[in-house]
T-cell receptor, first 112, second 116 residues
Framework: GDSVTQMEGPVTLSEEAFLTINCTYT??????LFWYVQYPGEGLQLLLK?????DKGSNKGFEATYRKETTSFHLEKGSVQVSDSAVYFC???????????FGKGTMLLVSP | DAGVIQSPRHEVTEMGQEVTLRCKPI?????LFWYRQTMMRGLELLIY????????DSGMPEDRFSAKMPNASFSTLKIQPSEPRDSAVYFC??????????????FGNGTRLTVT
């Protein structure tokens, strides 16, 4: 079945550092890929998405590129802020949002 | 738009008691999802509805769990009897699916359930 593997956290960075959170997937066909973010005490929010190979999703300074050859969708940000501290979830769907499969999440902690 | 509204935000109950979690999806959304989040298992899909009809309940852990959606603006997740291992954060999410239109999942802020 479909699955998503994320790097384990927590990832601890200082403000303005470069961020990478790795995500790889296993799926049949051509899935759509997503990153969701969960701030403390809240539900998940869609951060960005990419629907086909080589697409780049971007939002709020975060970027991720759909790499079919390496089955990856790594999340990057050039300069993190304290307010980026949250849990980040990589997800995929092969056939619509009803079958969204999430990774286990990676906690990011950014210190001043 | 008020977003997906869940109640209560926190629920503490004793083992064996009945627990009912409530969800109001975003107006106009036709699909509703119940998820459970724990440290050990991460985010698990329990059940989802499309146009008020349960489509897939394979994630419901056992017969103690039941979910209903009597109309397009309300859903409940009931646990009876509750057990300590049911302690988790339960999320409701909604989206619009079908007819060539899809919207991302919109999550509520969750209900943190503690069963002692």
């Amino acid at each position: 079945g479909d699955s998503v593997t994320q790097m384990e956290g927590p990832v601890t960075l200082s403000e303005e550092a470069f961020l990478t959170i790795n995500c790889t997937y296993t799926a049949t066909g051509y899935p759509s890929l997503f990153w969701y973010v969960q701030y403390p005490g809240e539900g998940l929010q869609l951060l960005l998405k990419a629907t086909k190979a080589d697409d780049k999703g971007s939002n709020k300074g975060f970027e991720a590129t759909y790499r079919k050859e390496t089955t990856s969708f790594h999340l990057e940000k050039g300069s993190v802020q304290v307010s980026d501290s949250a849990v980040y979830f990589c997800a995929l769907t092969a056939s619509g949002y009803s079958t969204l499969t999430f990774g286990k999440g990676t906690m990011l902690l950014v210190s001043p | 738009d008020a977003g997906v509204i869940q109640s209560p935000r926190h629920e503490v109950t004793e083992m064996g008691q009945e627990v009912t979690l409530r969800c109001k999806p975003i107006s106009g959304h036709n699909s509703l999802f119940w998820y459970r989040q724990t440290m050990m298992r991460g985010l698990e899909l329990l059940i989802y509805f499309n146009n008020n009809v349960p489509i897939d309940d394979s994630g419901m852990p056992e017969d103690r769990f039941s979910a209903k959606m009597p109309n397009a603006s309300f859903s409940t997740l009931k646990i009876q009897p509750s057990e300590p291992r049911d302690s988790a954060v339960y999320f409701c999410a909604s989206s619009r699916l079908g007819e060539g239109v899809e919207s991302p999942l919109h999550f509520g802020n969750g209900t943190r359930l503690t069963v002692t």
